[in-house]
Structure formats: C-alpha cells, structure tokens
C-alpha cells in the first residue's frame, strides 16, 4: 500500500513494488484459512522484504489462539532459506514450494520407461526424503505434479528462447541475456544439455511437507492458496 508522500517516516518508507512506484509504502500481511477466508492483517515496514514478514504473522496468530500448530503454506518465491529454517525451529508443519535445479529420479525413471508419451495431467510423483542424523529437520516427503496446462506454456518459452539463442550463435541477432547461449571465451553455442533438461522438467512443479495431509490434500490446499494470493 503506497502513500502519497514525498518522505518516508520510519514506517512508511519506499521499498519494492511490483509497480515500480517510489513513493513510501507500508507492507500487508495477510493470513488465511484452507478456503481462503482472511484470518489476520498485520503491517510492516515498507522497506522490510516479504520474506521476512511471514514467521512474525504466523506466530502472533498462534499467541492469540493458542495454536500448538499451524500448517505454513507457500510457494517457492515466498520462501527464503532463512524462513525455512525458522518455519522448523518452530516445529510447524508445512506445504512449501521448491525449485527443482535437476531432474528428480522418479520422473526421469518415468521418462525412459515411457519414450516418447505425455505425463498423466495432474500426475503427482511422490519421493520420501529421510533426515540424515546431523540434517537438523524432520522427515519430509516431496511430491513433483505434472500440469499439462504449464508444460504448454514453458514449452512454448524455451522454443522462443532457443530460436532467439540459434540466431545470436549464428550472428543474425545481438547476443542478449539468454540461459541457452553458452559461450567459451568467444565461442558462443546453443547449450542443448540444459534445453533437455528444461524440456524434461516442464510443467513439473515442486513442494515438499512433513506428511501434514494425503497428497490430494496437498494440491486442492496449494491451489485455493494460489488462487487468492498468486497469479494464474
């Protein structure tokens, strides 16, 4: 929420904004319910970064109904890694998205027992991961869901993406900021190992949790949340 005013005051003070507007602002806490229904606005600095709003919600909600447990759930941008070892110092239970940096072995498994198919739209890939003994958390289960829908459309990134690099490589366009372009001093290429890879994940989306709910209950829980508070 931004003010019309020419100096910040300690509270309303400039900070990021999707808008890109500079003038001071206050930041909006806002927790709810499995169905979305608002449980409690709290405000913060302007300057103060979401990430760091979260834990500070969550626990003065819990104080004023002693709550012995809440289940945090949030998608990955949301999520720093500080806030993730907050949310399990604090013994919560929890729904937390997660980048996927590399092919998870159940869906790589899935595609070369499957050449050439489509992922089941809606298809969940569940993967236990145990706490080592010196880990410092809890057992945790990952679950990777296939949506037909967003692989359509990342598929449709990464082909723009690698025509644009084909061209840079071949110097009929500039060479911009682009993830396919590999370059080894002055040789550029089009990196095809990582094209794979994106083409192998797309349309796969991450969470993980401490076995809250039945994985069923994790998605219609991670979609009303997404419906109120993230893009479509």
């Given at each position: 929420m931004y003010f019309?005013?020419?100096?910040?005051?300690?509270?309303?003070?400039?900070?990021?904004?999707?808008?890109?507007?500079?003038?001071?602002?206050?930041?909006?806490g806002l927790l709810t319910g499995q169905d979305g229904f608002p449980l409690m606005v709290s405000?913060?600095?302007?300057?103060?970064?979401?990430?760091?709003t979260m834990l500070p919600v969550i626990e003065k909600f819990m104080a004023a109904h002693q709550l012995p447990d809440v289940t945090v759930v949030a998608d990955?941008?949301?999520?720093?890694?500080?806030?993730?070892?907050?949310?399990?110092?604090?013994?919560?239970?929890f729904i937390l998205g997660m980048k996927i940096p590399d092919v998870p072995y159940?869906?790589?498994?899935?595609?070369?027992?499957?050449?050439?198919?489509?992922?089941?739209?809606?298809?969940?890939?569940?993967?236990?991961?145990?706490?080592g003994p010196s880990s410092g958390r809890r057992d945790q289960r990952i679950y990777y869901q296939y949506k037909a829908e967003r692989a359509r459309r990342t598929l449709r990134g990464i082909d723009e993406q690698v025509a644009k690099a084909a061209k840079a490589v071949a110097g009929l366009a500039p060479v911009k900021r682009n993830r396919f372009i590999a370059l080894d001093g002055a040789?550029?290429?089009v990196n095809r190992e990582l094209e794979a890879k994106a083409r192998t994940l797309a349309g796969i989306k991450g969470y993980a949790d401490v076995g809250v709910m039945p994985t069923g209950g994790?998605?219609?829980?991670?979609?009303?949340?997404?419906?109120?508070?993230?893009?479509?």
């Open positions: 019309e005013a020419d100096q910040g005051d300690g509270f309303r003070e400039p900070g990021f904004s999707r808008e890109r507007r500079l003038e001071p602002q206050i930041t909006i405000a913060f600095e302007g300057n103060r970064a979401e990430t760091k990955a941008g949301m999520i720093s890694e500080a806030n993730q070892e907050a949310i399990e110092a604090a013994g919560l239970s159940q869906v790589g498994q899935w595609r070369r027992e499957h050449p050439g198919e489509e992922i089941p739209d809606g298809h969940v890939f569940v993967q236990p991961w145990p706490a040789v550029k290429s994790v998605f219609r829980l991670v979609g009303a949340v997404r419906g109120l508070v993230l893009p479509a």
